[in-house]
């Protein structure tokens, strides 16, 4: 009985080899054109780009393509935009700025440097006049201003005109006793700069106090005089 089981053994051994032998034959060789076919289909269907350029043949996926980061840009532009409009908003502070805001020292100080690169007499005292009414501006809003205690401030701006439009006048002397063919053009243009001056400070008067009324009066009889009458 033992050895019947023994050789029973070695038979059923022997066959289960000869099957296998015979099923790795069948096995051999690459997968059939079909197959790979079909696998193509499927892969190209399932990735998100559909570009399966790499060989599947040897049953290797391809790598899936990765998009490139965009790159942060958007915040230097934000920071650009940014700063160019707090440089306007700060441009426009400072020419709108009167006599007591923080701003009105950058504006004095933009104003006499202009006044320094001005090249000749004619362009100092053009500029000269301008800051003077500028400073008839500044008068006329800080009376407007019922916020502020504007007094003392009004009383500086009105002695800075005062002081610009003299310094005007100095310029275009110089320029009547140099150029004896643009003295016509000179007295003109004080002239026009007179009757504007007084036809601001004079509307201004009645809401001036007692002492800057008293300086405003003493600049149009000064302004006055500057000019024959036209």
């Keep these: 009985m033992g050895r019947w089981r023994s050789g029973l053994s070695r038979r059923s051994r022997t066959h289960a080899r000869h099957r296998v032998a015979e099923l790795g034959t069948r ?3 690459a997968p059939r054109p079909e197959f790979r076919a079909e696998l193509r289909e499927r892969l190209v269907n399932a990735s998100p780009a559909g570009d399966l350029s790499g060989d599947v043949s040897g049953g290797r996926v391809p790598a899936r393509h990765r998009a490139p980061r965009a790159r942060p840009v958007l915040l230097p532009r934000l920071l650009s935009a940014a700063l160019a409009v707090c440089m306007v908003g700060t441009g ?7 006599p ?4 009105y020292p950058l ?8 006044l320094q690169l001005s090249t000749d007499e004619a ?3 053009d500029r000269s006049l301008q800051s003077a009414s500028t400073r008839a501006d500044e008068v006329e809003e800080l009376l ?4 502020r205690d504007e007094s003392a401030l009004v009383g500086q701006a009105l002695e800075a005109m ?3 439009t003299r310094s005007a ?3 275009l002397t110089r320029v009547r006793r140099s150029d004896k063919e643009d003295a016509a053009e000179v007295t003109g243009h004080l002239q026009r700069f007179v009757r504007k001056q007084r036809n601001r400070i004079e509307g201004m008067l009645p809401k001036m106090d007692e002492e800057n009324q008293r300086r405003a009066n003493g600049y149009l009889n000064y302004i006055e005089g500057l000019a024959p009458p036209g």
């Design 27 to 29: 096995l051999e060789g």
């Design 92 to 98: 426009l502070a400072i020419y709108r700025s009167v």
């Design 100 to 103: 007591g805001d923080v701003f």
């Design 107 to 114: 504006k004095r100080a933009a104003e006499n440097t202009l």
């Design 123 to 125: 362009e100092r005292a």
């Design 144 to 147: 407007g201003s019922a916020a």
């Design 162 to 164: 005062e002081d610009t």
């Design 169 to 171: 006048v100095t310029s």
